[in-house]
């Protein structure tokens, strides 16, 4: 199932790419069962390769909606129409053009914030306690997201991030201008968060269940909230930090105001640096 959901299966130790670099894969599962539900690290990998996780329970049509359905079909049956290869040209085509805008930097330091500055914690690493997380944790952080949330990992970080340009260009298809969707980076790339997050296995069960009545929707929301509040807090440090890469120079009073769980952007900005000096060159 990793390889399929990888995009390939394996035979003999030969890899063979399904769908000649296009693929989508689709499960469904019950809520509430181990294998499917479990937190350990198979579970995790296995979560981590579907990308997005639904739990429809939270998506029920309305009562607007059933209407409509039953209005026009009653029969339970799933009716499946003929494909059309022309349809398939069309999704393929336009995956490879999403594949090839380039990602706005405000997206990729969200993106290294849920990996690394969700990482942070008093132990210095949530990934290093392993198991221990969030028990070994200070009182003062069993409450606040620091306890109630893993760090993201990098793949599903590439699904974030990709769906959030999906969801950009459906903005763009309803009308919205390239200006409206730019100022609305943070809150594309929290919603695609919302969706890849709540089931990939990196929130904590018990909290969840305690504090959130088990809405896992609540408890990213919750996450969410704290993640705002944080880039507007770091927003003027963030401008500082950007414009030092652009002159080029090195200034330690921007660097010292990247700490605690911020620590990630002074290594993203010498990254950043390092980029930019090489496209100069």
Known sequence: MFNLFDGYIEINGQKYPIGNGYSVGIATGNVG?????????????????MHVIL??????????????????????RVEFGNSSSDGVVSIIERHRQLTAKEVPLEKTIIANYLI??????????????????????ENHEQGSDVGLVLPVSVRAAKSIVRLSQSLDEIARGKGASQEVIDANAFDSMMRAYKFVAAYSGV???????????????????????????????????????????????????????????????KSTLGGLKNDHENSHT
């Open 33 to 49: 069962q181990k294998f499917t539900e479990s937190t350990n690290e198979l579970g995790r990998a296995l979560k981590d390769r």
């Open 55 to 76: 739990d429809t329970d939270y998506f029920a049509p309305q009562p607007s909606d059933t209407l409509e359905i039953l209005a026009g079909n009653t029969n339970p």
């Open 116 to 137: 690394h500055g969700l990482d942070y914690c008093s132990k210095g690493s949530k990934r290093r306690m392993k198991d221990s997380w969030p028990t070994q944790l």
């Open 203 to 265: 929130l904590n069960e018990a909290a969840v269940d305690q504090v959130y009545a088990g809405n896992r929707y609540d408890a990213i929301d919750a996450v969410i909230s704290t993640t705002q509040t944080q880039f507007s807090e770091k927003a003027d440090a963030v401008r500082a930090g950007l414009e030092m890469v652009q002159s080029g120079k090195v200034n330690k009073k921007v660097l010292d105001l990247f700490g605690g769980r911020w620590e990630f952007m």
